[in-house]
């Protein structure tokens, strides 16, 4: 009798208590969720992300190789700010 109400008490804990995930698996359900929006964009074509990406690729280009080498033959360009360019494609890569 005593063992049957040890084992209705531990499943009416079990029942009532509810499993805490660990931060690790929130992360890989955020992640996994993340994966599955970034296919779902890539199967429409180009997206925006991709325009932004090439966008903050082709400044980070004229930065460090246009203005440099059209400096040698004499013309001086205005180079761009590259501390909120950095900023935003670390965030669109995924970064923190």
Not at 34 to 49: A, D, M, S, V
Not at 51 to 80: Q, S
């Amino acid at each position: 009798m005593i063992s049957i109400l040890i084992d209705l008490f531990k499943t009416a804990t079990t029942f009532f208590t509810k499993k805490q995930e660990s931060k690790d698996e929130l992360v890989a359900k955020n992640s996994e969720q993340q994966n599955e929006i970034t296919l779902e964009e890539t199967k429409k074509g180009f997206t925006w992300r991709q325009a932004l990406g090439y966008v903050l690729t082709f400044i980070v280009f004229y930065n460090y190789v246009v203005i440099p080498i059209l400096a040698l033959f004499g013309i001086v360009l205005p180079t761009i700010p590259l501390a909120d360019v950095w900023r935003v494609l670390i965030i669109l890569i995924g970064g923190n």
